[in-house]
């Protein structure tokens, strides 16, 4: 008989202090490779994701079909893993600036790296994130995330006659953000993006190929503008044009889309034959 | 800043050259404090204490969940540590639906010579986590655990801790072996939810045991009522053998005469295993058994757990070739526009790249004094007053260990509704730091402490 527990505490394994000794059996499976780095196939990356939120789990599951779901009910997105899920391999991302900042202390400056990312998969979907930390690497995997978590929709029309793909905002948008004002304005083909720099970064990303901007306000000393361009994108999904007229059929929320079988009373369930028990 | 450009310019290649190549965590020698800035995620951790964690695994050897083993386990039915004084009466309930509580999980956690509270007979130590399977009992209780009244509150998450010396009456001395059975035997525990002490009796039957009225009501429509009278009518037709049988043992028979004598009976039979340390539940609304793996939390080289973002070294080898190739293409002022995330973002942010390194931990144990959970949300967190004092010797409480919700994902929670389906952003468990016993003459029994619920913010 082993003597496995010291005099201080406990048998075996446990937590705290008692003894970890034995998780060498147990507790290696496939945990001792994790350090080997990562060389694992996509799928591989995929089914370790362990959702977090409600949302996450129902996502994982199933039962959201796509990402346009999530947005037309304005469910917080707290997981990029979401993003990855629907958006896949077409989401291209890209660093826009590494700048260094820094703060003054007692014993010198000190130096942290912002990191700007934009990703977008140039049809439809473009977020942007902004990430501070100590160092570039670190600074630049925390944006990518943000970014993804920041995605939004782009709707594109066309400015006059509707041949090929979409290639402009579908009508004038404006967007507003503190004391900054952006109005999109669809442009002919070949027009290309008449914007700021990083508004023009944006766009780009987000698919659209022409399109003339106009912005109004102190847009170099508030900022924001980004933030307005923002607004305006997600403001052409809320414009209603003759081709959205027909009706819209209200669907439900992905937490409320399943609640139909449970509408019998639900606390004791009641088996008088097996056959009736409800199976889900 | 003036020269931001310049300086910008000046400093990038240098320092970039720095930050590529090494990985090591730079020294910080700065006296300041960290308030004064916007600094939610903290790089520097100066977080030297350890944190262990736990990872759920299926159940490969069914012998190790039993008592005598000390096994640590989610869901199925708790292995007390004191079969004896199992809690009871209103310390079984949820404090707002009054329905008896389901076993979450259980932990066997020793404290080592080293920790807090340490004390030479305090052998064996394990915890116990009940919550209320309803999710609107969950939300009440949001309420309740703010309540420092003197008396104790209502909640629907309890938690009881148990502790024995190595000499005791329930276990040897010495380290189990693979087909012991514990020196002595439990009390008969609800045959419908194996977890809490069966206090009545079928009264047809006189086989069944429950814990409380609930239980036996959801026994009888779950296909005891056909069991029952069956056992019945056989018990009146085989008097004198069935008698004898169901006298001498009344668990062990249980299946085999039963099996023979009842031969359609379309009802899960299980017999209580008392005597071998498990106990059997019918109930299928308790949580699914796994067991629960000791780890340890390595230093996340995260990272390239992002499948579709290309590697950061390759973004920053594009963005300075780019750079090279067509000068700077944003300035400074052009990026001051773009605002961060705010606070409670970050936050979130810096919780999901604490847990990268292990994404399928369900469980983070640090007991140290000074050791503080991994919070989720901003809000919703405790503040000092808000931990109330054990109940038992009035010495303040430390920090144990939390519940991620990973938990809920391997647990299969139905998410259907969002009303009925458990959700919880993280439950942390704060025990005596004492660790004081029960009463002052024996170890025996089970202490109340205290658990802390965030709810997922939506």
């Known amino acids: 008989m082993a003597e496995r527990g ?75 893993q979401i993003v990855e899920f629907f958006l896949g391999s077409a989401l291209k991302d ?17 130096t942290r790296f912002k990191a700007f ?29 943000l970014a993804k978590l920041s995605v939004i929709p782009v709707r594109r029309g066309y400015w006059g006659n509707k041949i090929g793909k979409p290639h402009t905002v579908p009508c004038k948008v404006t967007g507003k953000c503190g004391s900054v004002t952006v109005r999109l304005v669809p442009a002919p083909r070949g027009s290309g993006i008449v914007a700021a720099r990083v508004p023009k970064k944006v766009l780009q990303f987000a698919g659209i190929e022409d399109v003339f901007t106009s912005s109004r306000g102190s847009t170099k000393t508030l900022g924001n503008f980004v933030k307005a361009t923002f607004e305006c994108l997600l403001k052409t999904y809320g414009f209603l044009t003759p081709d959205l007229w027909r009706e819209t059929r209200f669907s439900k929320s992905p937490f409320q889309e399943f609640t139909d079988f449970l509408a019998k009373p639900h606390k004791i369930s009641v088996v008088e034959d097996v056959e009736k028990t409800p199976v889900y | 800043m003036a020269d931001d450009r310049n300086s910008a310019v000046h400093l990038s290649a240098e320092v970039f050259a720095m930050s590529l190549g090494d990985d090591s965590e730079r020294e910080d020698f700065e006296l300041g404090s960290d308030g004064v800035e916007e600094d939610v995620e903290d790089d520097s951790d100066d977080e030297e204490l350890m944190v262990t964690l736990g990872f759920v695994q ?77 999710m609107a009992c ?26 024995l010396p190595r000499t005791n009456r329930f276990y040897d001395y010495d380290p189990p072996s693979r087909d012991s059975s514990p020196a002595t035997e439990a009390v008969p525990v609800c045959t419908w939810c ?16 429950y814990c409380s009225r609930v239980h036996q009501l959801a026994h009888w429509r779950g296909g005891h009522d056909s069991f029952c009278r069956v056992v019945q009518a056989e018990l009146a037709s085989n008097k004198q053998e069935s008698e004898l049988k169901f006298v001498q043992n009344p668990e062990n028979s249980t299946t085999d005469a039963v099996r023979t004598m009842v031969q359609g009976v379309i009802t899960r039979v299980t017999d209580t295993l ?6 059997n539940a019918i109930s299928d609304k308790i949580w699914p058994e796994v067991e629960l793996i000791v780890g340890e939390e390595e230093d996340s080289m995260p990272s390239d757990a992002i499948n579709t973002s290309r590697n950061p070294q390759q973004l920053l080898q594009d963005y300075e070739i780019r750079r090279e190739n067509n000068g700077e293409e944003f300035t400074a002022t052009d990026m001051e526009d773009v605002e961060e995330s705010s606070r409670e973002q970050q936050n979130w ?26 919070w989720p949300s901003l809000e919703g967190q405790p503040k000092q007053s808000d931990i109330t004092p054990c109940f038992n010797c009035g010495g303040p409480r430390i920090f144990e260990f939390q519940l991620l919700p990973q938990l809920l994902y391997f647990l299969q929670v139905q998410n259907e509704t969002d009303n009925d389906s458990l959700d919880w952003a993280t439950i942390a468990v704060y025990s005596c730091a004492a660790s004081c016993n029960k009463s002052d003459s024996t170890c025996e029994g089970y202490v109340e402490e205290f658990a802390w619920v965030q709810l997922a913010v939506s």
């Open chain 1, 6 to 80: 010291g005099e201080r505490g406990g048998f075996g394994r446990g937590f705290g202090r008692g003894d970890r000794g034995d998780r060498g059996g147990r507790g290696d499976r496939g945990r001792g490779d994790r350090r080997g780095g990562r060389r694992g196939a996509k799928r591989d990356e995929e089914e370790k994701w362990v959702p977090v939120t409600k949302l996450g789990r129902l996502v994982k599951e199933g039962k959201i079909k796509s990402l346009e779901q999530i947005y037309l009910f304005s469910l917080p997105i707290k997981e990029h």
């Open chain 2, 194 to 209: 194996g977890a809490w002490k069966a206090t009545s009796v079928c009264g047809g039957c006189k086989q069944a045991r």
């Open chain 2, 138 to 163: 969950l939300q009440q209780d949001q309420h309740h655990q703010l309540k420092k009244s003197p008396e104790r509150p209502c909640r629907s998450v309890k938690v009881f801790r148990s502790q």
């Open chain 2, 274 to 279: 008392l005597k071998s340390g498990i106990a």
């Open chain 1, 117 to 145: 990312v934009v990703v977008g998969d140039n049809n439809g979907h473009v977020g942007l994130g902004v990430k501070c930390s100590k160092e570039v690497a670190t600074a630049i995997r925390g944006a990518i995330i």
């Open chain 2, 349 to 374: 942010a810096a919780f999901q790249a604490r847990l990268a390194g292990a994404p399928d931990q369900v469980l983070r144990y640090c007991r140290a004094q000074g050791a503080k959970p991994l």
């Open chain 1, 94 to 110: 890209e660093v826009m600036k590494i700048m260094p900042v820094q703060k003054q202390t007692r014993a010198g400056q000190r």
């Open chain 2, 58 to 134: 299926a159940v490969e050897e069914p012998w190790k969940m039993a008592r005598q083993h000390f096994p640590c386990k989610i869901g199925g039915t708790p292995a007390w540590l004191d079969p004896i004084n199992i809690p009871e009466g209103d310390n079984t309930q949820c404090g707002i639906c009054d329905n008896p509580l389901g076993f979450l999980m259980q932990v066997y956690a020793p404290i080592g010579i080293d920790d807090v509270g340490y004390r030479e007979e305090v052998f064996h130590r394990s915890l116990f986590l009940f919550v209320c399977p309803n």
